[in-house]
């Protein structure tokens, strides 16, 4: 028989690195990251330039195209994305097959995955002029997408969008419009969303983006890969951990029992950690929750909502930041500590926060999968592994084991 490390070194020498620590799986023009220096560009303009000037359709075009485009570009982008906001009638009737009580990420992701089925116009990878309108659909249509499923998710029917409002103002109109009362809508409500929006667009190579780009590899539809992008942000170490701050700054419930949490999360045998803190590539502070915890103190005052979730964070990120396991591992507040108390405010519930930061990677997700499919010979991913099971052995008959 041969023994495993003999097997292993027959079929070659591999770098073995769990979790891609150090492996760059592609070359990427789109967005560039400096962990060390907290450096978050998209196409070269830094996140804080955009957040502050920019528009998250633009960021949108910008992702997708390598530059910015100009107003008549614009024009036409936003025209193009206000004309796929609706999803076929009939797609409306999955929404109904779900159990009142599934989770929207759940009927996100499977309606997502069925756009597939429904729009066979573009599926050839191989016609660029298909993988546009695709990635165009997608952008347009996860919010309609989203909204459904919240309203589904509690009952009220579902609002088709208006196509005469802009993209964060149509989703909220979608989320929230009944018939009989119009809705009053802040408009530092819509202004907060796209903030979110263009913050959460893109991260170059995270697991969901890595797993649009490895299904993509295979030739799958981009309507398969973007769905299989929702499933890997699901997970609370990646996009789940949004909802997971809320539940836990719930859980802690007053700051005054901040300490107990922080010295829960340094117990390695308690399974809990601070959720919304530390990230695989910042070492440093997370460029955008220096944008977001800011913009959180102005979107409560401006909405005047007084949510006492803030002083609990406020506390926990202070705790922590003085604390010497923190400090050393490195562990700051990320893009998600914030974001849940900003959806909060705005009256977005807590299983909704993963589709909300869904609905921005969109933009991200599809960037990625259309320079994937310009690359040429681009291969398809496939990691090895390092073999640990049984040398070779026989086949032994039932009655003998
Ligand atoms: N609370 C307590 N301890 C932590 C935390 C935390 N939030 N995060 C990491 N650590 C500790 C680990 O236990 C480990 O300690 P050790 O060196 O003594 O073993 C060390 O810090 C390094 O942690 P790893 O898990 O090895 O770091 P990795 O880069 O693999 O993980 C991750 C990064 C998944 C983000 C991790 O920090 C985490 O679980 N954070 C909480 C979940 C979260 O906020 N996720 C959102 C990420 S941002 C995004 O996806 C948008």
């Known amino acids: 028989a041969f023994d495993i490390g003999k097997l292993n070194k027959d079929t070659g020498y591999f770098t073995y690195d769990p979790g891609f620590m150090s492996t760059a799986a592609t070359k990427s023009a789109v967005t560039f990251i400096d962990g060390d220096q907290g450096v978050l560009l998209y196409r070269g303009y830094p996140i804080e330039q955009l957040a502050k000037q920019s528009n998250f359709l633009e960021v949108a075009y910008l992702l997708i195209n390598g530059e910015l485009p100009s107003a008549a570009q614009f024009q036409t982008f936003e025209h193009d994305v206000t004309h796929h906001t609706m999803m076929r009638e009939s797609l409306k009737n999955f929404f109904q097959g779900f159990h009142y009580d599934a989770h929207p990420m759940a009927m996100s992701m499977a309606a997502v995955g069925s756009l597939a089925a429904f729009y066979h116009d573009s599926l050839d990878i191989n016609d660029p002029a298909q993988r546009k309108l695709a990635a165009i659909r997608l952008i347009a249509k996860m919010p309609t997408i989203a909204a459904a499923a919240y309203r589904y998710s509690i009952g009220w029917p579902i609002r088709y969008p208006r196509n005469n409002l802009e993209y964060c103002t149509r989703f909220l109109h979608m989320m929230f419009e009944v018939p009989s009362e119009p809705l009053q809508?802040?408009?530092?409500?819509?202004?907060?969303?796209?903030?979110?929006?263009?913050?959460?667009?893109?991260?170059?190579?995270?697991?969901?983006?890595?797993?649009?780009?490895?299904?993509?590899?295979?030739?799958?539809?981009?309507?398969?890969?973007?769905?299989?992008?929702?499933?890997?942000?699901?997970?609370?170490?990646?996009?789940?951990?949004?909802?997971?701050?809320?539940?836990?700054?719930?859980?802690?419930?007053?700051?005054?029992?901040?300490?107990?949490?922080?010295?829960?999360?340094?117990?390695?045998?308690?399974?809990?950690?601070?959720?919304?803190?530390?990230?695989?590539?910042?070492?440093?502070?997370?460029?955008?929750?220096?944008?977001?915890?800011?913009?959180?103190?102005?979107?409560?005052?401006?909405?005047?909502?007084?949510?006492?979730?803030?002083?609990?964070?406020?506390?926990?990120?202070?705790?922590?930041?003085?604390?010497?396991?923190?400090?050393?591992?490195?562990?700051?507040?990320?893009?998600?500590?914030?974001?849940?108390?900003?959806?909060?405010?705005?009256?977005?519930?807590?299983?909704?926060?993963?589709?909300?930061?869904?609905?921005?990677?969109?933009?991200?997700?599809?960037?990625?999968?259309?320079?994937?499919?310009?690359?040429?010979?681009?291969?398809?991913?496939?990691?090895?592994?390092?073999?640990?099971?049984?040398?070779?052995?026989?086949?032994?008959?039932?009655?003998?084991?």
């Open 185 to 401: 809508l802040s408009p530092v409500a819509a202004k907060a969303l796209d903030l979110l929006f263009i913050l959460h667009a893109d991260h170059e190579q995270n697991a969901s983006t890595s797993t649009v780009r490895l299904v993509g590899s295979t030739g799958a539809n981009p309507y398969a890969c973007v769905a299989a992008g929702i499933a890997a942000l699901w997970g609370p170490a990646h996009g789940g951990a949004n909802e997971a701050v809320l539940k836990m700054l719930a859980e802690i419930g007053d700051a005054k029992n901040v300490g107990k949490a922080v010295e829960r999360a340094k117990d390695k045998n308690s399974g809990f950690r601070l959720m919304g803190f530390g990230h695989r590539v910042y070492k440093n502070f997370d460029p955008r929750a220096t944008i977001i915890r800011e913009m959180c103190h102005k979107v409560l005052a401006d909405l005047n909502v007084s949510d006492p979730m803030l002083d609990v964070a406020m506390e926990l990120e202070a705790a922590a930041l003085k604390d010497s396991y923190f400090v050393e591992r490195k562990l700051y507040p990320n893009v998600d500590f914030y974001s849940g108390i900003i959806y909060k405010a705005l009256g977005i519930p807590t299983e909704m926060f993963t589709v909300m930061f869904a609905i921005a990677r969109t933009a991200g997700w599809v960037a990625h999968w259309l320079e994937q499919h310009e690359t040429p010979d681009a291969k398809i991913g496939r990691p090895r592994q390092i073999y640990t099971g049984a040398p070779t052995r026989d086949y032994v008959d039932v009655e003998k084991r």
